[in-house]
Structure formats: C-alpha cells, structure tokens
C-alpha cells in the first residue's frame, strides 16, 4: 500500500484520536495481568472497546498463525464473506478499498431465502453455500457474529472440499449452537485460522472491530 494510500486510511479527526487513545489508556489500566502478545493484544483491546466488557479478556481465542494470516489475506485484496449485512456497513470501504478488499453477504438475495425455504435450511447456511460455489470462500476472511449456522457450514465446506478460508472471524453471538459452531472450528484447529470468542458472546460488532484491528495492524500499527 502506498503512502497515499495509507493517508486515506486515517480518516478520524485529532479529537476522534484522541478520544479513542483514552479509551484504550484506561482499557490497559483496568485490564490486568494477560498473556495476549502485542498484535494479539490490539485485537482484544479492540473486541472490549467495542463492548466495554472485559470479560473477552477469556474468551478470545486465536490461533498461532491467526494475527498474520488475517494481514496477509487482507493485504492480497482478499474477500470478506460476511454472514449478515451489518458486518458489510460496519466495515470501513475505504480501509477495504485501498488493498482492494470487497466485502460480501448474501443472506438477503432472494435465491438464497428461496433456496432455504425449500431445503428447510436457514438463510446463513445458503449464503455460505452461495459463496462456495461462487468461488469466493477460498482465501477469503469470514466473518460471522450473527449466525452460527453459517460458521457450521463453512467447516462442513472445509471438510468435504479441502476449501478454507484464510482466516474465520467466529464471534457469533446466540443460546442455540453458537458455542457449538466455535467448537467446530477448534476442532479443526491443526488445518484452520481463526479468531474466536469462545461461549455465547459475541456479535457483528465485534467482527467489524476485528477486523478493523487487523486492517491497523497492516499498517504497521498506524491509526485508520
């Protein structure tokens, strides 16, 4: 990315800055001991800035290779398969734009609610499946913080076809099969990248700060 391009990136005001500088002061105050390393770090303190919940300190889970692999995909101009829209309208399009990042959800077009009421299967789950045979899902961050189906789908994908993601963003939110769809994916842990929030919190907020940290991190650490 050029310097140009990093420029149109830090869109906040110095006020903005700021403020959000204060935050993360008084998140590292509050915080305690942790073993999160410094890009892990900026990942959580993220997730419990978007929520003013501390607990995540717990219950985020990422991989060895998670914070890099998440980078890299974003820096090859990867897709972003979103389970819901408020992910895609979450996410900054010119952070996107200046690696060339589309975000995708396809939960709402009229063939995957069509194919859903017909399989008696959800909405989510026809996405994902939309995505695969749209070629989409390989290299792609996924990003699910609605809909635990649709993080059950993606590793079913994964195991039937060898196809996977650079990374999974699971942070589904929910009391029915979001802390079973989180498992699934740690039990690919050995073949998957992933960042997690084990249980049943979570939520499209926390993807969008994820990946927003992530996208910070690409910069090597400078403000968007």
């Known amino acids: 990315m050029s310097t140009e391009d990093s420029k149109d990136m830090r869109q906040m005001t110095q006020l903005g800055r700021q ?19 410094p890009r892990e770090w900026e990942v959580v303190r993220r997730v419990i800035h978007s929520t003013a919940d501390f607990e995540y300190k ?50 709402s077009d009229e063939d995957v609610i069509a194919t859903a009421k017909a399989n008696n299967s959800t909405r989510a789950i026809e996405s994902i499946r939309k995505a695969h045979k749209l070629g989409k899902l390989e290299g792609s961050i996924v990003a699910v913080g609605n809909a635990p189906t649709a993080l059950i789908e993606v590793v079913k994908i ?9 990374l999974i963003v699971g942070v589904p939110v929910g009391f029915i099969s979001a802390v079973e769809s989180k498992e699934e994916v740690l039990q690919e842990k050995e073949h998957l990248d992933y ?24 910069t090597g650490g400078k403000s968007l």
Not at 84 to 104: E, S
Not at 158 to 166: C, L, M, N, V
Not at 195 to 218: D, E
């Open 58 to 107: 717990h219950l985020v889970k990422i991989s060895e290779n998670g914070i890099d692999a998440g980078i890299k995909a974003l820096q090859n101009g990867c897709n972003i398969i979103a389970d819901v829209k408020m992910i895609t309208i979450g996410l900054n399009q010119a952070r996107l734009d200046a690696y060339g990042c589309k975000a995708y959800s396809y939960i």
């Open 195 to 218: 960042i997690l929030t084990r249980g049943r919190k979570g939520g499209s907020t926390i993807a969008v700060g994820i990946i927003h940290a992530l996208l910070m991190l690409s």
């Open 158 to 166: 994964f195991r039937e076809t060898g196809i996977k993601p650079a």
């Open 19 to 37: 403020i959000e500088s204060s935050s993360f002061d008084v998140i590292d105050a509050e915080v305690g001991p942790h073993d999160f390393g």
